[in-house]
């Protein structure tokens, strides 16, 4: 049928030409008398046919569609034709596809199999142009995985048209069907071979763009005579990831195809699965990611915080969850043990926290691809299920806030501004005496329209000159202003400076201290960890009136010029632990029933303090707090009047794993381990292991004594 229409096409155009040059007489001088056509006639218009693209794996609606650029390549730069309706399908003249088509899914399609889960990642299939399949009268046409086999095969071929017939013809062998069975609605024709095959093709193709022509042939060939009835999705999981494991030998084309034993039941049960509701999750990440980015609890990513992953049905082996930037750079969030199962069951991960070496952190803005997997090893071989893809986005405002740090008062913009409000609260002009002009009222100091340039106010903060994005706030720490200081920055919009404004009354007698911070405000009005404290001093000696201005640190005057204290940036809440060996001397001696020689609290052994850390990395302790300690579930240790004990237990006769957990009023907090002391004064470089728990390993030996040690981990 196919080449009866490819001999009536050239038989019309033959009969065209031959109208056209007045063929059929056989004297090339013989004339045809011309008919005048009225010039009222109007001329003669071809309309192009409309054609029906329907798009399967299941019926794929919301995709979008797509002409092939002249290179036979598909990209949402082409021409787009239109988006498939919710039966999959798409109306489009014949002519739009002279060159071939393509779709490529988005966040808005679904597929009939799985109406309940979004293709969130873009997914392509081709098609030939219909000359090129033999429908190029065709009133309906697929877009399928088997289109999508054939144009590969077209673009590796120095004859498309002939290489596309022999594939077909194969495919059609192969497979037991005719070729308007292969190219045509194989759901509406319940062709259950076609149906789970072009599933099966589907997905290796999203995990993998790169699957060949050859690839893809093997695996018809493999599951051709397997797939005659209707398979589960697990079942399509498993085979999914058999043929995922063997991509590098389905790539030959001298592949050997007994190789791979689809039939081998016990095989494919090992297979490893997943099922992750994607919607769920995605909205978990994003509010994840709206917490992150208002608690600042990093200043180099933004973190997500109690990263806990539900609902993941999976099979054998392990989850895996990784992400990706725009750059394709792979991190690792966490690996979790699935136990082994029987053939009857299905392993259930749910409920699961992760909590990696490194905490799920993205420091840069763009597009990120969550992906999850699970794995599992059979004989020497990682086998991987189809991944579960959840694309996020991290705006610049979503980053951690980078700016508001104090820069220190010994800095020349501290010392600047110290000495201008020095000079003005000098200044006896700034004294209003109301007694003067007969006026019951207190005498006040008015420090009004002092000018503060703006790149000094900006250089109290380091990393914070982007005036576009850092604004400037005052706090009054102490009561009694008249007038709160303001800092007044509507004057920036004509070019001038900050003005400061600030009044205070004076005290009947002896001084009064009056003490207000400055501080930095970024773009999401997150406040810097630290100020610019000042404190005005007022005094009345007798009647005699006078006032000065200086920094504080911590609660001793700073005249300028004088600062020498080292000023702090952004706390942290973390445990500096340097007494791990203690521990485990301590944990050691209770199991083998021997008096420990150091038996302290823990709230001694392991203190938490407020550590704060300058931009140098010298660090010091801060205020302490009230910790909680408590190990995970054992009969082993226990913890009594905050002192560990050990419980009434048989003799441990395996190696245990035991965990000690740390948290300040349920929230966890960072455990350190440095080097030296863990108080008084310490640097970054003194910090080794981060983490949030310490594993405590328990090794018996034969006499039956074990010994303990001890590691800070994630």
């Known amino acids: 049928m196919r080449h009866f229409k490819k001999n009536l096409q050239s038989l019309s155009v033959a009969s065209c030409l031959c109208l056209l040059t007045a063929c059929g007489g056989g004297n090339s001088d013989t004339t045809t008398p011309s008919t005048e056509v009225p010039s009222d006639t109007p001329p003669v218009t071809e309309v192009s046919e409309t054609v029906t693209i329907t798009a399967l794996d299941g ?3 919301g995709a979008d569609v797509f002409l092939l650029d002249i290179d036979g390549q598909c990209s949402s730069d082409n021409l787009p034709l239109g988006i498939t309706d919710a039966q999959g399908t798409l109306s489009v003249t014949r002519d739009d596809l002279v060159s071939g088509y393509c779709l490529i899914t988005n966040s808005e399609t679904r597929d009939s199999d799985s109406p309940d889960t979004p293709l969130t990642s873009a997914y392509m299939l081709y098609s030939p142009a219909p000359s090129l399949l033999g429908q190029d009268e065709a009133e309906s046409l697929i877009i399928s995985p088997f289109t999508s086999y054939l144009h590969k095969i077209s673009l590796e071929a120095d004859d498309a048209q002939t290489a596309i017939d022999n594939a077909i013809a194969e495919l059609n ?18 062709n259950l071979t076609l149906h789970n095959l072009a599933q099966i093709l589907f997905d290796l193709d999203t995990q993998n763009a790169t699957l060949s022509a050859t690839a893809t042939s093997n695996i018809i060939n493999e599951l051709a005579s397997n797939v005659s009835t209707e398979l589960t999705d697990t079942e399509i999981s498993q085979l999914i990831s058999l043929f995922m494991a063997f991509k590098i030998e389905l790539d030959d084309e001298n592949y050997d195809d007994s190789l791979i034993d689809v039939t081998d039941t016990t095989l494919l049960i090992q297979m490893p699965t997943i099922t992750v509701n994607s919607d769920e999750l995605k909205t978990k990440l994003d509010a994840l990611i709206a917490t992150g980015a208002e608690s600042y609890t990093d200043t180099t990513g933004l973190v997500l915080e109690n990263f806990e992953l539900s609902g993941i049905d ?5 989850v895996v969850v990784q992400y ?13 043990t699935i136990e082994s199962v029987d053939e009857s069951d299905t392993a259930t991960y749910s409920n699961g926290v992760f909590t990696p070496d490194n905490a799920p952190m993205f420091n840069l803005a763009g597009d990120y691809s969550v992906e999850i997997f699970t794995k599992n090893t059979i004989d020497d071989t990682t086998f991987s299920s189809a991944t579960v893809t959840i694309e996020l986005s991290i705006t610049e405002t979503q980053l951690p806030n980078k700016a508001p740090v104090f820069s220190g008062i010994d800095s020349a913009p501290a010392q600047t501004i110290l000495t201008t409000l020095q000079e003005a609260a000098a200044d006896p002009f700034n004294t209003f005496d109301p ?31 982007d005036l576009q994005t850092v604004t400037y706030g005052i706090e009054t ?32 007698s002896g001084s009064e201290n009056h003490d207000f911070a400055i501080f930095a405000i970024d773009e999401l009005d997150t406040r810097s960890a630290e100020s610019f404290v000042l404190r005005i001093t007022v005094t009345n000696d007798n009647g005699t009136y006078s006032a000065s201005v200086a920094i504080l640190d911590g609660e001793s005057e700073v005249e300028a010029g004088t600062g020498t204290a080292e000023v702090y940036g952004t706390p942290f809440d973390g445990s500096m632990v340097n007494a791990l060996d203690t521990l485990t001397d301590i944990v050691q001696a209770r199991l083998n029933s021997v008096d420990p020689i150091i038996d302290v609290n823990f709230d001694q052994l392991i203190p938490v303090y407020v550590y704060e850390c300058t931009e140098a990395g010298d660090c010091k302790q801060g205020d302490g707090k009230l910790a909680n300690y408590e190990f995970s579930n054992t009969d082993l240790l226990t913890i009594l009047d905050g002192k560990i004990v050990a419980g009434s237990i048989p003799t441990v006769t395996q190696e245990t794993i035991v965990t000690l957990h740390v948290d300040v009023n349920g929230d966890d907090i960072r455990l350190y381990t440095i080097d030296g002391s863990n108080r008084g004064d310490i640097t970054v470089a003194d910090l080794n292991t981060f983490g949030s728990t310490i594993e405590l390993v328990i090794t018996p030996d034969t006499s039956g004594q074990v010994t303990v040690t001890a590691t800070v981990i994630n």
Do not use: C, H, M, R
Request: proline fraction near 3%.
């Open 477 to 508: 720490l102490t009561e009694n202003f008249e007038e709160a200081p303001e800092l007044d920055d509507s004057l920036l919009q004509f070019g001038f400076d900050y003005s400061f404004t600030a009044k205070v009354n004076y005290p009947e």
């Open 324 to 336: 990706s930037n725009a750059d394709n750079l792979l991190t690792s969030i966490g690996v979790a």
């Open 173 to 190: 062998t192969a497979l037991d069907v005719e070729q308007e069975q292969l190219l045509g609605d194989f759901i509406a024709s319940e």
């Open 59 to 61: 019926y794929l609606s």
């Open 314 to 318: 999976a099979s054998q082996g392990q």
């Open 435 to 465: 007694t003067i002009f007969g006026l019951d009222s207190a005498v006040e100091l008015s420090l009004s329209f002092i000018d503060i340039s703006p790149d000094v106010l900006a250089g109290l903060f380091v990393e914070s000159s």
